[in-house]
T-cell receptor, first 117, second 112 residues
Framework: NAGVMQNPRHLVRRRGQEARLRCSPM?????VYWYRQLPEEGLKFMVY????????ESGMPKERFSAEFPKEGPSILRIQQVVRGDSAAYFC???????????????FGPGTRLTVL | GESVGLHLPTLSVQEGDNSIINCAYS??????FIWYKQESGKGPQFIID?????DKRQGQRVTVLLNKTVKHLSLQIAATQPGDSAVYFC???????????FGTGTRLQVTL
């Protein structure tokens, strides 16, 4: 059973370009979470999605950032018009959430390291 | 001993000794706690979890202790090995939200 897959592993963009980060959850998992990590810091929650639904986006910046998890295909975190401050590691996690059951182990992917020049 | 580095506090232990990594949490409503291990360039790896109706849970070479009175969590690693060198994060979750809130992390350095 493959783990959480993320690609690309490393992404370099110039200021003003768009960044697209992809996450394929573990088989059988329908819940995806995105976190951002700055060097020497803990992970900060960004957004929680289920198939075709955004459940909690309280950690997502209001502008330039968006996320989706379509019925088919991976979850996408999209950053428009990137700035240097967007440089970070972005991690995706998935869980087999059952409705009404909040004690969920989240399995993390290897991350995408975004560098904005 | 324990020291504060530039950003992450660092705990240095000798191979074979026991390690204790501490974490303070702030949300008294948190009812589920997880310890993650993160090696350089990798994603967090689940180590052990504990629910708020417990105060101790043991795994293989690891034990997590939860003190809800003072909102403190600790991870004990027995017979620490070089492969245990990593950054360790505690994370908390409340029953009404699925997102995890991570602590700042502790870097564990195992010396031979």
């Amino acid at each position: 059973n493959a783990g959480v897959m993320q690609n690309p592993r490393h992404l370099v963009r110039r200021r003003g370009q768009e960044a697209r980060l992809r996450c394929s959850p573990m088989k059988g998992h329908s819940h995806v979470y995105w976190y951002r990590q700055l060097p020497e810091e803990g992970l900060k929650f960004m957004v929680y999605l289920q198939k075709e639904n955004i459940i909690d986006e309280s950690g997502m910046p209001k502008e330039r950032f968006s996320a989706e998890f379509p019925k088919e295909g991976p979850s996408i975190l999209r950053i428009q018009q990137v700035v240097r401050g967007d440089s970070a590691a972005y991690f995706c996690a998935s869980s087999p959430n059952q409705a009404g059951y909040s004690y969920n182990e989240q399995f993390f992917g290897p991350g995408t390291r975004l560098t904005v020049l | 001993g324990e020291s504060v580095g530039l950003h992450l506090p660092t705990l240095s232990v000798q191979e074979g000794d026991n390690s204790i990594i501490n974490c303070a949490y702030s949300n008294s409503a948190s009812d589920y706690f997880i310890w993650y291990k993160q090696e350089s360039g990798k994603g967090p790896q689940f180590i052990i979890d504990i629910r708020s109706n417990m105060d101790k849970r043991q795994g293989q070479r690891v034990t997590v202790l939860l003190n809800k009175t003072v909102k403190h969590l600790s991870l004990q690693i027995a017979a620490t090995q070089p492969g245990d060198s990593a950054v360790y994060f505690c994370a908390e979750n409340t029953g009404t939200a699925s997102k995890l809130t991570f602590g700042t992390g502790t870097r564990l350095q195992v010396t031979l």
